[in-house]
């Protein structure tokens, strides 16, 4: 629950020309005293670091500032000089977005199984159980219901720090519980969405997510009730192809990484070379995709309007 210019290098000094001595059996005149000919002063090209106590501060991806932990969490994790926005959790985002004390966690016990009996370099209970204890989350989405400046909704928000979000069947399920409540309740839902894709350790059932909560979207539009995804970096593959891309309004956080496949898989298909800002948030707004990239700071008072502009 909590922003990061790379410091200039120190220049290294080239010593001066030495005189040899003893050329030809003699011995050169000693060179004359003065500043010219002053021994430099011995620089070395590491400068001296401070100690910084560990835990405290953070280095900013994009500019290199350096930036407390204290001070990243009083600006919505966002950097101050250039803007970055920083990987958040499901939690802190619940915390900024929502009205306080609002929030009702549903579906809260679904917990993934290892249907298929995966094996790989760590096995599927082992890496839940150690994904679980780092996060405290039972899974990469938290869903309930919650209010926004007094509106009531239904929300889902991942968390990108659990197994990188990926969508595998609680996924799936518990948004598409969230889905169907809301539109039980005739209330708007709200996605805050982040994944690298569909979670290998599941499958295919893993990829039968797109189109359950894909079939409780439509269900909800059939209600015409409203539905807003904000997509975060990064939203990929099976997420962005289903629910993240389904909105009726599509915002996202500006340089936000949006797309299906990755940068590299595209080129080496294609064969072609890909355009400046490519699957960026800017690059999508241009091009029809998305409809508004928010700031973080701004994105509360810019889910309002919306709400109160949907009905």
């Known amino acids: 629950m909590s922003i990061e210019s790379q410091p200039s290098p120190v220049a290294s000094i080239m010593p001066l020309p030495v005189l040899l001595r003893g050329m030809g059996g003699r011995n050169l005149p000693s060179p004359p005293t003065g500043k010219v000919f002053d021994k430099p002063k011995e620089v070395t090209s590491r400068s001296k670091k401070k100690d910084i106590p560990e835990g405290m501060w953070t280095r900013c991806k994009a500019c290199g500032e350096m930036i407390t932990y204290k001070e990243l969490e009083e600006v919505f994790k966002v950097c101050s000089k250039c803007q970055y926005h920083f990987t958040t959790t499901a939690l802190e985002r619940i915390r900024w977005l929502t009205d306080e004390g609002t929030f009702e966690e549903t579906d809260a016990n679904l917990i993934s199984v290892d249907a298929l009996k ?26 309930g219901f919650a209010q926004i400046q007094g509106h009531k909704i239904g929300l889902a928000v991942m968390d990108f720090g659990f197994l990188a979000a990926s969508m595998g069947s609680v996924v799936g399920e518990r948004i598409t519980r969230i889905i169907e409540k809301s539109t ?60 993240a891309s389904l909105g009726d309004v599509i915002l996202a956080e500006p340089g936000a990484m949006i797309g299906f496949a990755g940068t590299r898989v595209i080129r080496e298909t294609t064969r072609e070379e890909l355009p400046k800002g490519f699957q960026s948030a800017e690059f999508l707004l241009e091009r029809g995709l998305v409809d508004m990239i928010v700031h973080r700071k701004l994105m509360k008072p810019t889910l309002t309007h919306l709400l109160e502009f949907m009905g």
Do not use: W
């Not at 679980?132 to 899974?139: C, I, Y």
């Not at 539009?221 to 289903?242: C, D, E, H, K």
């Open 184 to 243: 039980k309740k005739k209330l708007p839902v709200i996605i805050i969405c982040t994944s690298g894709g569909a979670r290998m350790y599941e499958g295919m059932l893993s990829l039968m997510q797109m189109v359950k909560t894909s079939a409780a979207l439509a269900r909800h539009a059939q209600a015409r009730l409203a539905y807003i995804t904000v997509l975060t970096n990064p939203t990929m593959a099976g997420v962005m192809a289903s629910f």
């Open 118 to 143: 995966f094996k790989g370099v760590a096995a599927y209970p082992e890496k839940l159980k150690a994904y679980q204890k780092e996060t405290g989350l039972k899974d990469a989405v938290l869903t």
